[in-house]
């Protein structure tokens, strides 16, 4: 099954046998004081700025998120994604809970590159999330990321996360969405908690993908978090679960993309370590 999400340059395809998708985390403010500030004063420079590195440092699809205390999502978000979108000719990830914003952002899309096709991030499966995102996915032909929590939280089984899956591939498919543009994200908790956390999600994307065939996405982080030398931890758990189905890592590029790169090698996704080799010569010369 492929998922294929097109910029504006060539297309992004994601799939079961192919290397695994890295999704460029950075702009985003969350944690992010610097480009909270930015965002609340209107000032995109540093969003421009982190599209050209994250596309530099191998991010193949790039997340567009502007919720920050003092911003207008609505006035902003289709903003940024303009500016995205002349900046780096990667495919966008549009995300916000902001229903107004993101039907904003999708038009705008649409207005720039009529023949593209932008990921929604994100939709899970409780009811209002349900009726606000699935629509404008509908309306306007985009992949849409689907998320394993619902009104009662993120379940704690890996049967109860595929059960939410499943809830949202039939929904979409009830909408005229078809199964290939849904991306199944069963998300990762901090092992720092509980310690059976990543063993969770790894059974979780098993799962979901021997029993809905659909392509999975991941961010990769939370599984660290609390804990010491977290690089090291989220190296580790990414090359499992890319090991395990994950086909689209949602990660900081500059700092995960090497460990992607050796767990596709190793899994016999790059002929002859040529993506591999590449890279290496690229980061020795930066």
Sequence with gaps: M??????????????????????????????????GAALAAGDLEVVRQEALAQVAAGADLLDVNVGAAGVDEVGLLPRAVRLVMDTVSVPIVIDTPNGQALAAALAAHKELNPDG?????????EEGCLGRVLPLVAEYGTAVIGLCMDEQGIPPTPRQRLAVAAK?????????????????????????????????TLESIRRVKAELGVNTALGASNVSFGLPEREV????????AVAAGLNCAIVDAAKVRPVILAADLLLGRDEYAMRYIKAFRQRSRG
């Excluded at 294929?4 to 340059?9: A, I, S």
């Design 233 to 240: 931890l989220n190296g580790a758990f990414l090359a499992m």
């Design 168 to 200: 949202i591939v039939e929904r979409a498919e009830a909408m005229g969405i078809a199964r290939e543009n849904v991306v199944i994200d069963c998300l990762a908790l901090t092992v720092g908690a509980d310690t059976k956390a990543a063993l969770t």
């Design 117 to 125: 096709k932008p990921l929604v991030n994100s939709v899970n499966g």
């Design 2 to 35: 492929e998922t294929k999400l097109k910029g504006t340059g060539k297309p992004v395809i994601i799939g079961d046998g192919r290397p695994t998708v890295v999704l460029g985390e950075r702009i985003n403010p969350t944690g992010k004081k610097k480009l």
